[in-house]
């Protein structure tokens, strides 16, 4: 089929110091991948087309765009699903630096503020595995998944204006730690999020876990970050 | 403006190995982690199925076993010291993991959950055995994430988006790297007294392939290019499932819950091949039946892919006719929900790539190209090796799917890559320190970047009009087709005529993007350099070997001969020339034997 | 098994105001939906002058319900425009000055309004 | 260099061309409605304590609510008190106490049942505020036109 793609380009370097947009028209199958399109113009077409990939099928995170409107991975979204009209733009609220490629460094800058590893000093004597149970496991299981895409955190109407506010993707990597029976930090972390800029800048708007593509339930994350902290703590 | 820094370590490549070679170098040396890709989109976290330990929590196991396990799985080509060493720092390892956050799935005891894997065997019964310790379907996923955390803590030193393109070595000692910033196109110099590189396989070379973008076989081109050796090239594995032309990865671990491969006529074809433990059996068994299976027209509706069936009344049915149980000795059952949980990424691949639910319907598949095995040589401690006699290369090291220990031989068994990884990138962390801490820094040669802009400047200068994407489609199809499962002469020779043909044409690719910012135009063209580079060595390395072992399949050699060629395959890249030497495999309690499963 | 743990957190003004804003949000449901639908719908403004006021005003149950409406609608308006100033400013100390402000303009209309009510419509004022 | 751009730019950007699913819109529209409603209630506030402070001049004000302009607006107040009111009690009652909920079926079903629910409990308000409009605007009586009115 024929794919009419728009796609987002900006390099001062190349002069274009205005945002702008090339518009292509391809031969598509309906399975193809949108990153299977921008290779393929990348690789005929025109070379200086630029973005981030790596895995191709959506556990790297590297190629988080927005797709007609909304973030997706471009090795996830399939022709068939975004149909033939594409437009193909960097995602919202982090510096472009040229075409799809923005700067990542807010992003990982708010990730790294939560404390994501995990604290806990005492390790069994027989230097086995800490115990822990299913159900205890099973407990944070969801925001294990992450792969840092941003898909959410650029998706969030609070993240757009407000560079301060930590953003999804930090809360959920903040759940992963609260959340594990065998941290001892949560009360630290929680502190972090219960101040300016933390969970409760979110107005519960969910588009981030409409975007994420790993399906975590991003929204209620966040929820049970903000109620562990409105209720004194967790319970393991 | 050429920057330099100054590292005592300078770790290349932030993927599993990476990073624990990271986590170790940085408690006594100054340490830097250089890697072209934000370390969590290393491919390490696309690793599936599990990290192989002889934990023995639900059952019977033993590390000698899970010794013997991967020496048969190597088809005897994996040195017996360095396999060993692994399998016994297995578990502490794996506990190591465990203490550093990782969230393994448990066993209602709450111990680590582990699951079957092909070719892990309780050596007594001969029956598959608990072994891959795993959390769901995404152990490498939190492998990753667990030690970039870690790294985080204990405030690593990180150089993210710097592509390596040159080590810098001064009278043979290693003592830097050249890298190129993406988001300035700047050359930077890193002067080290250790580099370690850990940059991942060459999976691009082949047309189906398991592997992400970035496995571009940059740290084996490096190296050849500074006259050191490769080691065990002809030996890449073909994973048997990969998802029908798209080559994403169905774990093993599908197989180990019990799913099945099926053919045209609904036959478990698999039992006519390894009786003992049928889908099972080591991968490149498994492949090369496939193969054979599709070569007989017996693919799916005579095609050239066969089906992987995890339905849960297909999975109970055989698991009824093998009689398998669980640990406690009741029957093994499994349903819908129980298969999701533990395979969840897995079914999201299929629904969303194939439109297909595998709880509901069997999965599409065909062999898929999936890990090296052969990379730079190194002995037990991470240090790399500059010829057939184990003379040390001061300085350098190797650790991960780069590096060639050997511990996989001639065929890697599933879950020992990523075990591998931390504990040889432990190791090489650990040497790489002590080294570094015992030595000085070596002066720089005047000029360190020469080499690397002369590379570059090639391909910005070049008007030949030739494109990456074409080369490198001519290059992937005829590895696939003559460098795959399975191997002839005459078309290993055609492969090594036309990897050099698409050399040569190489030097006339001309790029569109000449600027300086996030430049992957060029980087790309950069990396196709890398990979004919390797794909040549490959191609030579391969012909030169007449027998069939492993992964290395001939049709007019199919036996094993231990009598000439149980020993390791040298390669030295001098410009065209290929120059190839043996040396000895270490054996020290398994003597070879015919290989059955 | 576990080790069981239970982290504590000491309640911010953040939390705190969250908190408000959920409770006095619900608390408004009835308060402030009634009191449009009675003024608005029910009543409706062409029936309403200075002396129906005055009649409410007289009343202690209407002066207490209104005085609850004032304090919660006003407080859970202010806040929320507050957030929304926090969307659009990021300067630290802008935000600060504007937060005084919004706070100054707060008790101030909340002052105005509790002395009306406090006091009463006068409609013998009126020329 | 990045793309010329600022955080408001950006939000303006989201706001308007995000292609958010049912919760994006329900933001935004908890949003106007909550400024909506506070810019009213701020006026109400100071216009009803004329009737201590100035009382002459809480006719005048009263007079002007009874312009057509502003018995439409009071009419899109409602709806937004309403709106605000159905939906605020959709966030605060799933967050705090069935966060599971935050599930997206759920969400999209929940947020489409408050639009439901408060056009529902807007609508009689509403025909009754438009019924005094006409009558006592334009002298029209919707009541008496209607064959079994009175
Ligand atoms: C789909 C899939 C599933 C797998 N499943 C399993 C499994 O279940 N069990 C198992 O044991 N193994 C599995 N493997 C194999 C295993 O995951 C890999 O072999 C292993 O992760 C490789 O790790 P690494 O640290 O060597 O490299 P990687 O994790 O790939 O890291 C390479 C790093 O090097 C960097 N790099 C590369 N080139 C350069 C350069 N020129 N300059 C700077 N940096 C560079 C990259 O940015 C990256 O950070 C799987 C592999 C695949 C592809
Ligand atoms: C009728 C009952 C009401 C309920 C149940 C209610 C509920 C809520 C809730 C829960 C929030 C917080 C939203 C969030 O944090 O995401 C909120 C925000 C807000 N409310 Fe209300 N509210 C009500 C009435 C009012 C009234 C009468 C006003 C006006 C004075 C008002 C003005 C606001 C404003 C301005 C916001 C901020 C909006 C934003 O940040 O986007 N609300 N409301
Ligand atoms: S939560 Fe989801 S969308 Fe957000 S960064 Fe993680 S994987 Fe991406
Ligand atoms: S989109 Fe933003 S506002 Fe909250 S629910 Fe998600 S973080
Ligand atoms: S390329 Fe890895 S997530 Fe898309």
């Given at each position: 089929?024929?794919?009419?793609?728009?796609?987002?380009?900006?390099?001062?370097?190349?002069?274009?110091?205005v945002?702008?947009?090339?518009t292509?028209n391809?031969?598509a199958?309906?399975?193809?991948?949108?990153?299977?399109?921008?290779?393929?113009?990348?690789?005929?077409?025109?070379?200086?087309?630029?973005?981030?990939?790596?895995?191709?099928h959506?556990?790297c995170?590297s190629?988080a765009?927005?797709?007609?409107?909304?973030?997706?991975?471009?090795?996830?979204a399939?022709v068939?699903?975004?149909?033939?009209?594409i437009?193909v733009?960097?995602?919202?609220?982090?510096?472009?630096?040229k075409?799809?490629i923005?700067?990542?460094?807010p992003?990982?800058?708010?990730?790294?503020?939560i404390?994501?590893f995990?604290?806990?000093e005492?390790?069994?004597?027989?230097?086995?595995?800490?115990?822990?149970?299913?159900?205890?496991?099973?407990?944070?299981?969801?925001t294990t998944k992450?792969?840092?895409?941003?898909?959410?955190t650029?998706?969030?109407?609070v993240?757009?204006?407000?560079?301060?506010?930590?953003g999804?993707?930090?809360?959920?990597?903040?759940h992963?730690?609260?959340?594990?029976?065998?941290?001892?930090?949560?009360d630290?972390?929680?502190?972090?999020?219960?101040?300016h800029?933390?969970?409760?800048?979110?107005?519960?708007?969910?588009?981030?876990?409409?975007?994420?593509p790993?399906?975590?339930?991003?929204?209620?994350?966040?929820?049970?970050?903000?109620?562990?902290?409105?209720?004194g703590?967790?319970?393991? | 403006?050429?920057?330099?820094?100054?590292?005592?370590?300078?770790?290349?490549?932030?993927?599993?190995?990476?990073?624990?070679?990271?986590?170790?170098?940085?408690?006594s040396?100054d340490?830097?982690?250089?890697s072209?890709?934000?370390?969590?989109?290393?491919?390490?976290?696309?690793?599936?199925?599990?990290?192989?330990?002889?934990?023995?929590?639900l059952?019977?196991?033993?590390?000698?076993?899970?010794s013997?396990?991967?020496?048969k799985?190597?088809?005897?080509?994996?040195?017996q010291?360095?396999?060993?060493?692994?399998?016994?720092?297995?578990p502490?390892?794996?506990?190591?993991?465990?203490?550093?956050?990782?969230?393994?799935s448990?066993?209602p005891?709450?111990?680590?959950?582990?699951?079957?894997?092909?070719?892990?065997?309780?050596n007594?019964?001969?029956?598959p055995?608990l072994?891959s310790?795993?959390?769901?379907?995404?152990?490498?996923?939190?492998?990753?994430?667990?030690?970039?955390?870690?790294?985080?803590?204990?405030?690593?030193?990180f150089?993210?988006?710097?592509?390596?393109?040159?080590?810098?070595?001064?009278?043979g000692v290693a003592?830097g790297?050249?890298?190129?910033?993406l988001?300035?196109?700047?050359l930077?110099?890193?002067?080290?007294?250790?580099?370690v590189?850990a940059?991942?396989?060459?999976?691009?070379?082949?047309?189906?392939?398991?592997?992400?973008?970035?496995?571009?076989?940059?740290?084996v081109?490096?190296t050849l290019r500074?006259?050191?050796?490769?080691?065990?090239?002809?030996?890449?594995?073909?994973?048997?499932?990969g998802?029908?032309k798209?080559?994403?990865?169905?774990?093993?671990?599908?197989?180990?819950e019990?799913?099945?491969?099926?053919?045209?006529?609904?036959?478990?074809f698999?039992?006519?091949?390894?009786?003992?433990?049928?889908?099972?059996?080591s991968?490149?068994?498994?492949?090369?039946s496939?193969?054979?299976?599709?070569?007989d027209?017996n693919?799916i509706?005579?095609?050239r892919?066969?089906?992987?069936?995890?339905r849960?009344?297909?999975?109970?049915?055989?698991?009824?006719?093998?009689?398998?149980?669980?640990?406690?000795?009741?029957p093994?059952?499994?349903?819908?929900?129980?298969?999701?949980?533990?395979v969840?990424?897995i079914?999201?691949?299929?629904?969303?790539?194939?439109?297909?639910?595998?709880?509901?319907e069997?999965?599409p598949?065909?062999?898929?190209?999936?890990?090296?095995?052969?990379?730079?040589?190194t002995?037990?401690?991470g240090?790399?090796?500059?010829?057939a006699?184990?003379?040390?290369?001061?300085?350098l090291?190797a650790?991960?799917?780069?590096?060639?220990?050997s511990?996989?031989?001639?065929?890697?068994?599933?879950?020992?890559?990523?075990?591998?990884?931390?504990?040889?990138?432990?190791?090489?962390g650990?040497?790489?320190?002590e080294?570094?801490?015992s030595?000085?820094?070596?002066?720089?040669?005047?000029?360190?970047?020469?080499f690397?802009?002369?590379?570059?400047?090639?391909?910005?200068?070049?008007?030949?009009?030739e494109?990456?994407?074409?080369?490198?489609?001519?290059?992937?199809?005829?590895?696939?087709?003559?460098?795959?499962?399975?191997r002839?002469?005459?078309?290993?020779a055609?492969?090594?005529?036309?990897?050099?043909?698409?050399?040569?044409?190489?030097?006339?690719i001309?790029?569109d993007?000449?600027?300086?910012r996030?430049?992957?135009?060029?980087l790309?063209?950069?990396?196709?350099?890398?990979?004919?580079?390797?794909?040549?060595?490959?191609?030579?390395?391969?012909?030169a070997?007449?027998?069939?072992?492993?992964?290395?399949a001939?049709?007019?050699?199919?036996?094993?001969n231990d009598?000439?060629?149980l020993?390791?395959?040298?390669?030295?890249?001098d410009?065209?020339q290929?120059?190839?030497?043996?040396?000895?495999?270490?054996?020290?309690?398994?003597?070879?034997?015919?290989r059955?499963? | 098994?576990?080790?069981?743990?239970?982290?504590?957190?000491?309640?911010?003004?953040?939390?705190t105001?969250?908190?408000?804003?959920?409770?006095s949000?619900?608390?408004?449901?009835?308060?402030?939906?009634?009191h449009?639908?009675?003024?608005d719908?029910i009543v409706?403004?062409?029936?309403?002058?200075?002396?129906?006021?005055?009649?409410?005003?007289?009343?202690?149950?209407w002066v207490?319900?209104?005085?609850?409406?004032?304090?919660f609608?006003?407080?859970?308006?202010?806040?929320?425009?507050?957030?929304?100033?926090?969307?659009?400013?990021?300067?630290?100390?802008?935000?600060?000055?504007?937060s005084?402000?919004?706070?100054?303009?707060?008790?101030?209309?909340?002052a105005?309004?509790?002395?009306?009510?406090?006091?009463?419509?006068?409609?013998?004022?009126v020329? | 260099?990045?793309a010329?751009?600022?955080?408001?730019k950006?939000?303006?950007?989201g706001?308007?061309?995000?292609m958010?699913?049912e919760g994006?819109?329900?933001?935004?529209?908890?949003?106007l409605?909550?400024?909506g409603?506070?810019?009213?209630?701020?006026?109400?506030?100071?216009d009803?304590?004329?009737?201590?402070?100035?009382?002459s001049?809480y006719e005048?004000?009263?007079?002007?609510?009874?312009?057509?302009?502003f018995?439409?607006?009071?009419?899109?107040?409602?709806?937004?008190?309403i709106?605000?009111?159905?939906?605020?009690?959709?966030?605060?009652?799933?967050?705090?106490?069935?966060p599971?909920r935050?599930?997206?079926?759920?969400?999209r079903?929940?947020?489409?049942?408050?639009?439901?629910?408060?056009?529902?409990?807007?609508?009689?308000?509403?025909?009754?505020?438009?019924?005094?409009?006409?009558l006592?605007?334009?002298?029209?009586d919707?009541?008496?036109m209607?064959?079994?009115?009175?």
């Open positions: 089929m024929l794919v009419y793609l728009k796609i987002y380009r900006y390099n001062p370097e190349a002069g274009r110091n945002p702008s947009f090339d292509y391809i031969e199958e309906p399975t193809d991948r949108v990153l299977d399109l921008l290779e393929h113009i990348k690789g005929e077409i025109d070379g200086t087309i630029s973005f981030r990939r790596s895995c191709a959506g556990v995170g190629d765009m927005r797709i007609n409107g909304r973030n997706l991975l471009a090795c996830k399939l068939k699903d975004v149909g033939n009209e437009t733009e960097p995602i919202l609220g982090l510096p472009v630096l075409d799809m923005v700067d990542m460094e992003f990982f800058d708010s990730y790294k503020s404390m994501p995990l604290v806990n005492d390790v069994p004597a027989d230097g086995k595995e800490r115990r822990q149970s299913p159900e205890q496991r099973e407990r944070f299981d969801d992450c792969i840092l895409c941003a898909a959410c650029t998706s969030c109407p993240f757009w204006a407000d560079d301060q506010y930590v999804p993707a930090a809360m959920v990597n903040a992963r730690f609260i959340f594990d029976s065998r941290d001892q930090a949560a630290k972390r929680l502190e972090i999020l219960a101040d800029g933390g969970a409760f800048r979110c107005r519960t708007a969910f588009n981030c876990t409409e975007a994420c790993r399906e975590i339930h991003v929204t209620q994350a966040i929820a049970e970050v903000k109620n562990a902290i409105t209720s703590g967790v319970e393991y | 403006m050429t920057q330099t820094h100054q590292h005592e370590v300078v770790i290349v490549g932030a993927g599993g190995a990476g990073l624990m070679a990271a986590l170790y170098a940085s408690r040396a340490t830097a982690v250089l072209k890709l934000y370390p969590t989109r290393s491919h390490t976290g696309a690793a599936q199925g599990g990290i192989g330990a002889a934990l023995a929590n059952e019977p196991d033993k590390v000698e076993w899970h013997f396990d991967t020496v799985g190597s088809d005897y080509l994996g040195d010291d360095a396999i060993d060493y692994m399998c016994a720092q297995a502490e390892v794996v506990y190591e993991l465990e203490h550093m956050g990782l969230p393994f448990r066993n005891d709450g111990t680590i959950a582990q699951r079957r894997f092909g070719g892990h065997t309780n007594e019964t001969k029956q055995v072994r310790c795993y959390a769901a379907d995404r152990t490498g996923h939190m492998i990753l994430q667990t030690l970039y955390q870690n790294c985080i803590k204990n405030k690593v030193h150089y993210d988006e710097f592509h390596v393109l040159d080590l810098l070595m001064k009278d003592n790297v050249v890298a190129v910033e988001a300035t196109g700047e930077h110099v890193f002067h080290a007294k250790s580099v590189f940059t991942g396989g060459h999976g691009r070379i082949w047309e189906l392939t398991s592997n992400a973008y970035a496995y571009t076989g940059d740290g081109a490096i500074r006259g050191l050796p490769a080691q065990d090239l002809e030996f890449f594995q073909f994973h048997p499932t998802i029908l798209l080559g994403i990865l169905i774990t093993e671990g599908v197989r180990g019990g799913g099945i491969l099926v053919n045209g006529k609904g036959e478990r698999m039992e006519r091949y390894a009786p003992t433990v049928k889908d099972l059996a991968r490149d068994v498994v492949s090369r496939i193969y054979l299976e599709i070569r027209g693919g509706n005579g095609d892919y066969v089906h992987l069936d995890m849960p009344e297909v999975v109970n049915k055989y698991a009824e006719l093998d009689g398998r149980t669980l640990p406690d000795g009741s093994y059952r499994v349903t819908g929900e129980q298969l999701l949980s533990k969840p990424d079914v999201d691949f299929c629904r969303t790539y194939l439109g297909i639910d595998p709880i509901k069997p999965m598949i065909q062999p898929t190209a999936h890990y090296a095995m052969g990379g730079i040589p002995n037990v401690h240090q790399a090796l500059s010829d006699q184990g003379t040390i290369v001061p300085g090291f650790a991960g799917e780069v590096a060639c220990v511990v996989h031989g001639a065929n890697r068994l599933g879950t020992n890559s990523l075990l591998d990884l931390v504990v040889f990138g432990k190791e090489a650990k040497k790489a320190a080294h570094a801490k030595s000085d820094y070596k002066p720089l040669e005047a000029n360190p970047t020469d690397t802009r002369q590379q570059l400047d090639r391909i910005l200068n070049n008007t030949g009009g494109k990456i994407v074409h080369v490198a489609e001519e290059m992937k199809t005829k590895m696939m087709d003559d460098v795959g499962v399975f002839t002469a005459d078309g290993m055609s492969a090594i005529e036309k990897m050099r043909e698409l050399r040569e044409r190489y030097k006339n001309s790029i993007d000449h600027g300086k996030f430049n992957t135009d060029l790309n063209a950069w990396e196709l350099g890398c990979l004919l580079d390797v794909a040549l060595a490959t191609a030579v390395s391969a012909h070997r007449p027998e069939s072992r492993g992964a290395h001939r049709e007019d050699f199919p036996n094993r009598a000439e060629w020993k390791h395959t040298m390669t030295w890249l410009g065209d290929v120059r190839l030497d043996y040396k000895p495999v270490t054996i020290t309690k398994y003597e070879p034997k015919e059955v499963y | 098994m576990i080790m069981a743990s239970k982290a504590s957190v000491k309640p911010s003004f953040e939390t105001a969250w908190r408000f804003m959920r409770y949000g619900i608390l408004l449901i009835p308060l402030a939906w009634f449009v639908y009675l003024q719908v409706g403004v062409h029936a309403i002058d200075i002396d129906y006021v005055a009649v409410r005003l007289a009343d202690t149950g207490i319900y209104n005085f609850l409406l004032l304090g609608a006003f407080a859970h308006g202010m806040y929320g425009l507050r957030q929304v100033m926090f969307d659009l400013v990021h300067k630290e100390s802008t935000r600060r000055v504007l005084i402000l919004m706070l100054i303009f707060w008790l101030v209309v909340t105005i309004g509790a002395t009306a009510l406090a006091m009463g419509a006068r409609p013998e004022l020329q | 260099m990045a010329p751009s600022t955080p408001l950006n939000t303006v950007k706001y308007a061309t995000y958010g699913r994006h819109y329900a933001f935004l529209l908890h949003r409605t909550g400024l409603v506070l810019l009213f209630l701020t006026i109400h506030i100071l009803t304590a004329t009737v201590y402070f100035y009382p001049l005048h004000a009263i007079e002007l609510y009874r312009a057509t302009p018995m439409l607006g009071e009419i899109g107040l409602l709806f937004a008190v709106y605000h009111g159905v939906n605020g009690l959709r966030i605060a009652v799933t967050d705090m106490w069935m599971k935050w599930a997206i079926e759920k969400q079903k929940a947020v489409r049942l408050t639009l439901v629910v408060a056009i529902l409990l807007w609508t009689p308000g509403a025909l009754v505020m438009l019924y005094n409009l006409l006592h605007n334009f002298g029209v919707l009541l008496a209607l064959p079994f009115g009175k």
